[in-house]
């Protein structure tokens, strides 16, 4: 039996048929089986645009070769007598406490928020009504800020190669199409990942796992360098390790960390607002086409580099997707985006912002609690405007022009928007910068001037960093580990989750 790899270039409707006719041109065989290992879209010539799909193919009519293994992480189980306590059951948190379920470590992961299905009422609650749920929204609750999401599982990041490879073959496991192993920009949605988070929590707990939902870790009991047990309203939960994994939102619980002796740093982060289009035009501008049999929704990264001002860049694009109300706290308005599978919806939605260093925002270094303070306060200020959750909107046009002519616009984001002048709601370096970068994208992508503009998105990246030691851990703490999206190293599911495990692997390496 030999195995050979080879590129195809197929039409965007290709069939089985055709990929093993191919295969079988290619390589002058007819007895195979294969494997697809990427699949990407060629769009750079509008007139034919195609899959490039690099296959693997075994067969007794090849000579030698062999597949790579995937790479996979070693976790070595014993029953063992240590525990730990998870805080936060996003990525992060999950991923490193099924990591130290799986070795045998005696885990307790404590979430804040409820269940993914009662959170799924409570969203549809909130966007039907208004009402907020302070446990039940879109950054607060089982599986974290990503469940309701588009589940886009990019990460730039090369030297997270096993960890990634675990996530996404327990997301497989848990339900996940297969092509997220191969694709060049997979994605999950949020219909999936309903029911992913669900059955990675049934594995969790056959395991030998412990959840416990709707669980605020209010403080924390700490001395002589190490952590002793988590204050909750429930009461103490001791451990010998603590993993805290609460994303980016958790405002109150960085002040407590920061409280307790855990060293942060100001970090530079990113703001702006979402840009949303119809996604017939979107699919227009990059394929020449409103429709393009066997894909789903054409989709744009755009980067401007500043000229003098900050750089731009869109992030976090949800094609045929719809832009939510993110609040994680009641008096506070931000927007994301999410999409389903299919993303079929009308409209493509993407974060357009301006990345900042504090300095360049203050004129001085400040410390991490003013920078929560500052962004705490800048969604809070979106909320004022609106006195609620509808969206502080203008035309991509009048932001560029700085001028309000806009009325009534159709748009997917279920809470009604508003008239808002956002050029001047944003601190002036980052609304030039944002105007120069719509100027730029306007040229990029055809007809991208003509979308809308809203609210304020404040989540693309973390303004604090948590120092740490080389091996993980928390700075002048022996036990205690900060990761994920809010820890300031890692932003997007795939890198939170691989933060979260590096740090499990690190306790694991240490008891074993
Ligand atoms: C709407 C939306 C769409 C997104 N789309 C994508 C995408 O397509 N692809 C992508 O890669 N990324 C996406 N992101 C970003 C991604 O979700 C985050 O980067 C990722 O979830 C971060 O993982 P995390 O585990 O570090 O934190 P989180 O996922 O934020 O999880 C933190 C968890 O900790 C809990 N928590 C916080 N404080 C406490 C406490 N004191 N006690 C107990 N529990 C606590 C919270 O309730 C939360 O569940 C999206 C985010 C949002 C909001």
Same mark, same amino acid.
């Given at each position: +039996?030999?195995?050979?790899?080879?590129?195809?270039?197929?039409?965007?409707?290709?069939?089985?048929?055709?990929?093993?006719?191919?295969?079988?041109?290619?390589?002058?065989?007819?007895?195979?089986?294969?494997?697809?290992?990427? @699949?990407?879209?060629?769009?750079?010539?509008? $007139?034919?645009?195609?899959?490039?799909?690099?296959?693997?193919?075994?067969?007794?009519?090849?000579?030698?070769?062999?597949?790579?293994?995937?790479?996979?992480?070693?976790?070595?189980?014993?029953? %063992?007598?240590?525990?730990?306590?998870?805080?936060?059951?996003?990525?992060?948190?999950?991923?490193?406490?099924?990591?130290?379920?799986?070795?045998?470590?005696?885990?307790?992961?404590?979430?804040?928020?409820?269940?993914?299905?009662?959170?799924?009422?409570?969203?549809?609650?909130?966007?039907?009504?208004?009402?907020?749920?302070?446990?039940?929204?879109?950054?607060?609750?089982?599986? *974290?800020?990503?469940?309701?999401?588009?589940?886009?599982?990019?990460?730039?990041?090369?030297?997270?190669?096993?960890?990634? !490879?675990?996530?996404?073959?327990?997301?497989?496991?848990?339900?996940?199409?297969?092509?997220?192993?191969?694709?060049?920009?997979?994605?999950?949605?949020?219909?999936?990942?309903?029911?992913?988070?669900?059955?990675?929590?049934?594995?969790?707990?056959?395991?030998?796992?412990?959840?416990?939902?709707?669980?605020?870790?209010?403080?924390?009991?700490?001395?002589?360098?190490?952590?002793?047990?988590?204050?909750?309203?429930?009461?103490?939960?001791?451990?010998?390790?603590?993993?805290?994994?609460?994303?980016?939102?958790?405002?109150?619980?960085?002040?407590?960390?920061?409280?307790?002796?855990?060293? &942060? %740093?100001?970090?530079?982060?990113?703001?702006?607002?979402?840009?949303?289009?119809?996604?017939?035009?979107?699919?227009?501008?990059?394929?020449?086409?409103?429709?393009?049999?066997?894909?789903?929704?054409?989709?744009?990264?755009? $980067?401007?580099?500043?000229?003098?001002?900050?750089?731009?860049?869109?992030?976090? +694009?949800?094609? *045929?997707?719809?832009?939510?109300?993110?609040?994680?706290?009641?008096? $506070?308005?931000?927007?994301?985006?999410?999409?389903?599978?299919?993303?079929?919806?009308? &409209?493509?939605?993407?974060?357009?912002?301006?990345?900042?260093?504090?300095? !360049?925002?203050?004129?001085?270094?400040?410390?991490?609690?003013?920078?929560?303070?500052?962004?705490?306060?800048?969604?809070?200020?979106?909320?004022?405007?609106?006195?609620?959750?509808?969206?502080?909107?203008?035309?991509?046009?009048?932001?560029?022009? %700085?001028?309000? $002519?806009?009325?009534?616009?159709?748009?997917?984001?279920?809470?009604?928007?508003?008239?808002?002048?956002?050029?001047?709601?944003?601190?002036?370096?980052?609304?030039?910068?944002?105007?120069?970068?719509?100027?730029? &994208?306007?040229?990029?992508?055809?007809? &991208?001037?003509?979308?809308?503009? +809203?609210?304020?998105?404040? @989540?693309?990246?973390?303004?604090?960093?948590?120092? %740490?030691?080389?091996?993980?851990?928390? !700075? *002048?703490?022996?036990?205690?580990?900060?990761?994920?999206?809010?820890?300031?190293?890692?932003?997007?599911?795939?890198?939170? *989750?691989?933060?979260?495990?590096?740090?499990?692997?690190?306790?694991?390496?240490?008891?074993?």
């Amino acid at each position: +039996m030999g195995y050979r790899e080879i590129s195809l270039k197929l039409p965007t409707d290709y069939s089985g048929e055709q990929i093993r006719a191919q295969i079988a041109k290619e390589l002058h065989i007819r007895d195979f089986t294969f494997q697809i290992e990427n @699949k990407s879209l060629d769009a750079r010539k509008k $007139t034919a645009v195609h899959w490039l799909i690099r296959v693997g193919v075994l067969s007794p009519e090849l000579k030698g070769g062999e597949p790579e293994d995937l790479p996979s992480l070693d976790i070595p189980f014993r029953q %063992r007598k240590e525990r730990a306590v998870v805080v936060g059951s996003g990525p992060a948190g999950f991923f490193s406490a099924f990591a130290l379920q799986k070795a045998g470590i005696n885990t307790t992961l404590i979430e804040r928020g409820s269940e993914v299905d009662k959170r799924a009422i409570g969203i549809s609650e909130f966007e039907s009504s208004g009402a907020f749920s302070p446990v039940s929204n879109y950054a607060f609750g089982e599986g *974290g800020a990503g469940t309701f999401s588009d589940g886009k599982l990019t990460s730039r990041t090369k030297s997270i190669t096993r960890e990634k !490879q675990f996530i996404l073959s327990s997301y497989v496991r848990a339900g996940a199409p297969e092509e997220i192993g191969y694709m060049a920009h997979p994605h999950l949605g949020s219909d999936n990942l309903l029911n992913i988070v669900k059955n990675l929590r049934e594995e969790f707990l056959e395991i030998g796992g412990c959840i416990r939902f709707e669980t605020l870790l209010e403080d924390l009991v700490v001395s002589g360098g190490r952590a002793h047990e988590a204050v909750t309203a429930a009461g103490l939960i001791g451990a010998d390790y603590f993993i805290i994994a609460p994303g980016h939102s958790a405002y109150e619980t960085y002040r407590m960390l920061i409280r307790n002796g855990a060293l &942060f %740093r100001a970090k530079p982060f990113a703001i702006g607002c979402r840009v949303e289009h119809p996604q017939a035009l979107i699919n227009m501008a990059q394929w020449g086409r409103e429709k393009l049999p066997g894909v789903r929704a054409a989709e744009y990264r755009l $980067t401007s580099p500043g000229d003098g001002n900050l750089p731009v860049y869109t992030f976090c +694009m949800c094609p *045929g997707g719809c832009i939510v109300p993110a609040a994680a706290y009641e008096n $506070t308005n931000i927007v994301n985006g999410m999409s389903r599978y299919k993303r079929d919806g009308k &409209f493509a939605n993407a974060a357009c912002v301006a990345g900042i260093s504090p300095a !360049q925002l203050f004129g001085r270094e400040i410390g991490p609690l003013e920078a929560l303070d500052w962004l705490g306060a800048l969604e809070e200020s979106f909320y004022r405007y609106s006195a609620g959750y509808q969206a502080p909107f203008c035309a991509i046009q009048d932001f560029i022009l %700085r001028k309000m $002519t806009s009325a009534v616009v159709e748009s997917s984001y279920p809470l009604g928007l508003k008239p808002a002048p956002l050029w001047e709601m944003l601190p002036a370096v980052v609304s030039d910068s944002i105007a120069e970068g719509l100027r730029d &994208f306007s040229r990029k992508v055809r007809g &991208f001037e003509a979308g809308v503009i +809203m609210g304020l998105e404040s @989540k693309t990246s973390a303004p604090v960093q948590a120092l %740490r030691e080389p091996d993980g851990r928390c !700075q *002048g703490f022996d036990n205690l580990y900060i990761v994920g999206e809010g820890s300031g190293y890692a932003g997007g599911i795939i890198s939170s *989750g691989a933060d979260g495990i590096r740090a499990a692997m690190n306790i694991i390496g240490k008891i074993s």
